[in-house]
């Protein structure tokens, strides 16, 4: 009997601790695992400040790198530069000069700056030590309009090249078409003699270039710009501009 009644005692106490070991289980708060996003309210709430902080930063650095942007077009500049399509658009030689001065009280009216002719008068050695050419050009209006530049003989070739390249603003050209230059040379040249007589070549070809095209090869924007006929062209009109100006 006292066997018997030990067994039922140890079972009783096993029993009673079992029950409240599960009491204080459910009596203690439940305790979650920290995750990798934030260990508390307080955390989440830092982490969510964080993100607004970062995203605003962005926002901020976006809308100042546009104002930058528009900063940069605002300072850019256009620089568009005039053309005068009807300012020395046709060539005449200095051969023609004199018929054109016999009937002149007829036809410089008409012209209007239309009609010019060119020469290359002379040439000098440049301070850098390369030879520049002077071309000269005359128009046939009254007053009269001279204007003077000065080109390389590198320059001549750079817009002989140039010419012979297609675009769609270059006219039909004869297919024997030629911008005959002095030879070039491997040497430098430096005689007197040598460079008078390239320069005499350099007045010619120019003139056989220009009567090309029915005297209207000069309207090609090549020579145009390699002549600066545009901008002497706006120059004689600021001129008249100037000079209407005064009378008034």
Known sequence: MASDKRTILSGKRARNRRKKASLRAANQPLVTPPTPECDSDEDAKLQRQKLVDSSSGSDNTTSQSENEEEEEDESLVFVCRPTMPNFCSVFMPRSEEAVDSACSHKTRDLLDCKTFTTSVPSFRETCEGFVAYTIELTTFDEPRHTFRMERRFSEFV???????????????LEDDFQWELPARTWFRVTQASALEERRAQLE????????????????LPVLRDFLMLDIFGVQVVEHKSLEIAHCE
């Open 158 to 172: 750079a817009s002989d090249e140039e010419s012979k390249t297609p675009s769609g603003d270059k006219p039909e």
């Open 204 to 219: 010619l070809s120019l003139e056989t270039l220009l009567l090309h095209h029915h005297r209207r090869m000069c309207n």
